[in-house]
């Protein structure tokens, strides 16, 4: 069973930065793509970003393109989401995920293709 636990979600003001980890359980971390998603109140989880298995290729949803970082250190087992220029509409509970599909290369946006998630870290930016 794979656990993911996300922290160094907080309350930022507008422009600030947050860096957000996602620690993952068990020996097999690398040989799956990762992901970051959010949700904010009323609406539904929605794509942030995403990193390959060894971190070649990532993937951002255009509303952070430019200001977020997707990161990985397979042998720490934890992935990360550096959050740069933060915006109020950037309030949200932010998740991280394991792709279902092995030793894939690609990187995903599909939330329903990934199967394991934490319980998510508050971010909430003030203007």
């Known amino acids: 069973q794979v656990q993911l636990v996300e922290s160094g979600g907080g309350l930022v003001q507008a422009g600030g930065s947050l860096r957000l980890s996602c620690a993952a359980s068990?020996?097999?971390?690398?040989?799956?793509?990762m992901g970051w998603f959010r949700q904010a109140p009323g609406k539904e989880r929605e794509f942030v970003a995403a990193?390959?298995?060894?971190?070649?290729?990532?993937d951002y949803a255009d509303f952070v393109k430019g200001r977020f970082t997707i990161s990985r250190d397979n042998a720490k087992n934890t992935m990360y989401l550096q959050m740069n220029s933060l915006k109020p509409e950037d309030t949200a509970v932010y998740y991280c995920?394991?792709?279902?599909?092995?030793?894939?290369?690609?990187?995903?946006?599909?939330?329903?293709?990934?199967?394991?998630w934490g319980q998510g870290t508050q971010v909430t930016v003030s203007s």
């Open positions: 068990g020996r097999t971390f690398s040989n799956y793509a």
């Open positions: 990193i390959s298995r060894y971190g070649g290729s990532t």
């Open positions: 995920a394991r792709h279902l599909t092995l030793y894939s290369v690609r990187v995903y946006r599909e939330k329903d293709e990934y199967d394991y």
